[in-house]
C-alpha cells in the first residue's frame, strides 16, 4: 500500500510558477512510477506527467512540454511538479499517482494509489 498527500496548490497569475509536491508513505519510495494527473471542471482526467523508479525516465503531455518539470527525492520520499510560465488552461485539480510497477504507464487506470488532489487556478 501506497498514501499519497499532495501540497502546493494555489491561485496564481497567468505567467506565475508553482511547486507542487507529492509526500509517498508506505511502501519503498523507489519501487514504484509515480504521476501527475489533472482534472479541469466538465473535462475527463488527463495525464501530466509521469515519472519511473529511479527518476531517469519521465514523460509529459504535450501541452507542458518545457515548462513543467516532474522530479522525485527519495531521501524524502516525494515528488513534485515544478510547473513555470503557466497558463489559464492549466487550472485544474491536481492527483498525485503511484502504481504497483516501477516502470512508466501513460494511462491512469494503470496507477492504483491517488491523492486527494490540490486546486490549482490560474487567472488571466
Known amino acids: 500500500q501506497v498514501q499519497l498527500e499532495e501540497s502546493g496548490g494555489g491561485m496564481v497569475q497567468a505567467g506565475d510558477s508553482l511547486r507542487l509536491s507529492c509526500a509517498a508513505s508506505g511502501r519503498t519510495f523507489g519501487a514504484y512510477a509515480m504521476g501527475w494527473f489533472r482534472q479541469a471542471p466538465g473535462k475527463e482526467r488527463e495525464i501530466v506527467a509521469v515519472i519511473g523508479w529511479s527518476g531517469r525516465t519521465t514523460y509529459y503531455t504535450d501541452s507542458v512540454k518545457g515548462r513543467f518539470t516532474i522530479s522525485r527525492d527519495s531521501a524524502k520520499s516525494t515528488m513534485y511538479l515544478q510547473m513555470n510560465s503557466l497558463k489559464p488552461e492549466d487550472t485544474a485539480i491536481y492527483y498525485c499517482?503511484?502504481?504497483?510497477?516501477?516502470?512508466?504507464?501513460?494511462?491512469?487506470?494503470?496507477?492504483?494509489?491517488w491523492g486527494q488532489g490540490t486546486q490549482v487556478t490560474v487567472s488571466s
Open positions: 499517482a503511484a502504481r504497483d510497477y516501477s516502470g512508466i504507464s501513460y494511462s491512469g487506470h494503470d496507477y492504483h494509489y
